[in-house]
């Protein structure tokens, strides 16, 4: 009887064993998916210790923007065809990428809704700018209505674009597109 308990004692704790190592699996396998998508772009992001010129390229044009000192500037890798800018305070994004859609269609895209109507000027360097602004966002285009380089701007909840109007006209006027 001493031999059959100990089996059994054995057994249930092997089960035990194997039950604890799947649930710590499970909960790591969990926290992973969860946490690294918000972890991983972190890792890529450096902070301007000067202004600093950034390029994005794709399908032979190029977008090239001088980000401020003290801004943050995110990257998937080096050879990224998009980069994100934000303020120090970090209220307000502006993701740069090099795209062929409409405005429109970049709002969409961005699932950002209510575009307003279409806004036509022309930044210090000559180049063509063209914007919409939605209630908690702005889409902006340098080369014209269908865009060579693309802006997407947000802030965060608790402030208006119009706060950042005089930052978001600067960066705008520093870019500079090239097929």
């Known amino acids: 009887m001493g031999v059959g308990r100990r089996r059994s004692r054995w057994r249930a704790a092997s ?3 194997v039950i604890v190592v799947v649930a710590l699996g499970a ?5 992973a998916f ?4 918000f972890v991983l772009p ?13 390029s994005v390229r794709d399908a032979g044009t190029a977008v090239t ?3 401020p000192a003290g801004w943050s500037v995110q990257r998937e890798s080096e050879d990224a065809p998009r980069v994100v800018v934000r303020t120090p305070d970090a209220k307000l994004s502006i993701t740069v990428d090099v795209a062929d859609a409409d405005l429109a269609t970049a709002a969409s ?3 950002i809704e209510g575009l307003g109507p279409l806004h036509r000027e022309t930044v210090t360097t000559g180049a063509p700018l063209v914007h919409a602004q939605a209630a908690e966002a702005l889409v902006a285009a340098i080369g014209g209505e269908r865009a060579s380089g693309r802006f997407v701007v947000r802030v965060t909840e608790d402030v208006s ?3 950042y109007r005089a930052e978001i006209a600067g ?3 520093t870019v500079r597109v090239e097929s």
């Open 65 to 67: 923007v001088v980000v």
């Open 109 to 111: 895209t961005a699932g």
């Open 42 to 54: 972190n890792l890529q992001t450096s902070v301007a210790e000067t202004d600093r010129t950034e």
């Open 171 to 173: 960066l705008l006027d």
């Open 161 to 163: 674009l119009e706060e």
């Open 27 to 31: 909960g790591l396998a969990a926290f």
């Open 15 to 17: 089960i035990a064993a």
């Open 34 to 37: 969860v946490f690294v998508p």
